[in-house]
């Protein structure tokens, strides 16, 4: 057998996307000597490894808290502030619901989620393929970020004031279009230049969110 990626996240707590010392320790011990380890920009870990112990090894992992998740094309966990004004006040509930839903979904091209609990938005949601900021009670979203090329660019609001309950069907509404409409390989941010803002909005019944 040959080798497999995959990926793995601590979860989010207040304080952000921590891995615990103990966690790190075991990985290394777990994944052996052989395996390759990569840091990504979207505060996963990759873990690359003979295929053949895979299974072995995600059950371990778990048992430390760790969460598994396929790398490659699909939706990243939920990229996060560190919710510096608290649990109840930045909505850490509604991210942990968010990012329940949408990790490790298939799509063209990797798709980065940003969430922030309040308009400081230090997780930088706007430079994320969608982003989702917390605005006292209610959420706006944003599609179309990117901040990974010499031509970066923030997203653009694409609903506001979007209440808790109708939030995720909102996201999971892009989502989906996304991965039925998006070419291989197409960029996110290049999806919605050619499918255009008011098709996304239409073609999704996003009037029902509002």
Known sequence: ?????????????????????????????????????????????????????????????????????????????????????????????VAKELDQAIAGLE????????????????????????????MKNTYDIYVGGDGKTLKAALGTLFISGVTRERLIPAVMGIIQYYQEYGKKKEKFSRFIERVSMDVLYQSIGILKFE
């Open 1 to 93: 057998m040959g080798r497999i990626k995959f990926a793995i996240t601590p979860g989010f707590e207040v304080g952000g996307t921590i891995f615990k010392p103990e966690q790190l320790k075991i990985l290394g011990s777990i994944v052996g000597d052989d395996a390759k380890i990569e840091l990504t920009s979207f505060k996963q870990l990759y873990v690359e490894m003979q295929e053949e112990r895979l299974e072995e090894v995600k059950e371990k992992l778990r048992s430390f808290g760790l969460e598994i998740y396929p790398a490659g094309f699909y939706t990243k966990n939920l990229i996060t502030c560190n919710f510096c004004k608290g649990v109840e006040v930045a909505g850490m509930q």
């Open 107 to 134: 799509v063209p091209s990797p798709l980065k989620i940003g969430y922030a609990g309040c308009g400081l938005a230090t997780s930088e949601p706007l430079f994320k393929d969608i982003g989702v900021v917390k």
